[in-house]
């Protein structure tokens, strides 16, 4: 399964639940939206840049994904530094103003592999929910620490 279709089975999940999409990603989608670093030199204009692969609220929550066709240790580690040094946060504020939002979470998406779900299974603790899907479209959350989709 391919990059864009986890993200758009995701996407219709979320919806499904309730979830407003803010912004979303794939490759070669032009669609997403690029957060900027903290305090950043744009001298360089996309330099230190990131685009988020779904970026969705409700309630008082905000949902950070970063979507794969398989394990991709590089994105447990942005999600967490992201988290942790809080890097990104003025281009989130601004790109969440108008929500009233308490909570970030951030997690990855990937195809329903289990040898993939294992190698995951030793990053957990820089992400927030791991959530992968099948070719019949179907969601299925293997690891969600803060309860965030109990009701979902």
């Keep these: 399964m391919r990059e864009e279709q986890v993200t758009k089975n995701i996407l219709d999940w979320l919806e499904d639940n309730d979830w ?9 989608s032009g669609t997403g939206v690029l957060l900027h670093l903290n305090n950043s030199n744009r001298t360089e204009k ?8 779904i970026i969705a609220v409700k309630n008082d929550i905000a949902l950070f994904f970063e979507n794969k066709d398989r394990f991709y240790e590089p ?15 003025n281009s989130l504020h601004k790109l969440l103003t108008g929500f ?40 299925f959350i293997h690891y969600d620490k803060n309860k965030i989709f109990a009701t979902s």
């Excluded at 407003?20 to 070669?28: L, S, T």
């Excluded at 996309?46 to 692969?53: E, L, R, S, V």
């Excluded at 580690?77 to 946060?89: D, F, H, T, V």
């Excluded at 329903?112 to 294992?118: A, H, R, S, V, Y």
Aim: net charge negative; hydrophobic share 30%.
């Design 20 to 28: 407003k999409i803010i912004c979303y990603d794939f490759p070669q």
């Design 46 to 53: 996309n330099k230190g840049g990131i685009i988020p692969d």
């Design 75 to 89: 994105d447990f580690e942005k999600l967490r530094e992201i988290k942790i040094e809080g890097n990104y946060s």
């Design 100 to 139: 009233n939002i308490q909570f970030i979470y951030y997690g990855i998406g990937i195809p329903e592999l289990e040898k993939e779900i294992e190698k995951c299974n030793k990053h957990m603790q820089e992400i927030d929910f791991l959530i992968t899907t099948n070719n019949e479209k179907e969601i």
